[in-house]
């Protein structure tokens, strides 16, 4: 479940431990555009709430944070889905996200996480190159991810603690 980035860093705040205990191996941090002059594009290609119920106020002026993790109710096998619809592990919620876009899985012998594009038709896109259908690629801390119009930054747990402190930094 999608959470505002300003709930993690209260959790952060209050026991540093427990909260790095207790995070997923890998996020995904939406951060919409601070720019009012690119609005008009941003109109066409807003993230919206999962609900959908009326305009979109999750992420609306703050980042966002999706877990990337297998939900119980997902029976795909791979990995964990990414799409539009709410039968994925990560719902993104945007016409330009395919149903089933693409798919998150360990990668046992690097000790990290895979990203594979499942032949979505808007593409799965890595730093500005777009994926192959179905070739894993590993990813790095940090990187820009895009699925369809929608830019996300992928960072795994330690990549998203020093995020935190850098972002809390005075």
């Known amino acids: 479940m999608p959470e505002l980035l300003s709930a993690h860093v209260s959790r952060y ?3 540093r431990g427990e909260f790095e205990r207790q995070l997923p191996p890998g996020m995904l941090v939406f951060s919409p555009s601070p720019t009012p002059e690119s609005l008009s594009e941003q109109e066409e290609y807003r993230l919206k709430t999962v609900t959908n119920a009326g305009p979109p106020t999750l992420g609306a ?11 119980r109710t997902n029976a795909f096998g791979r990995g964990i889905t990414v799409g539009r619809t709410g039968n994925n592990d990560v719902v993104l919620d945007d016409g330009s996200v395919s149903r089933f876009h693409a798919w998150f899985a360990r990668d046992e012998a690097q000790a990290g996480i895979l990203l594979t594009d499942a032949g979505s038709k808007n593409g799965s896109w890595l730093g500005g190159v777009r994926l192959s259908p179905r070739k894993p690629v590993l990813l790095e801390d940090g990187v820009r991810l895009r699925f369809g119009q929608v830019e996300l930054a992928f960072y795994t747990a330690s990549g998203f ?7 809390m930094a005075p």
């Open 13 to 15: 705040l209050r026991n």
């Open 161 to 167: 603690v020093r995020m935190l402190a850098i972002r």
């Open 61 to 71: 002026d703050e980042p966002v944070v999706f877990p990337v993790v297998k939900s």
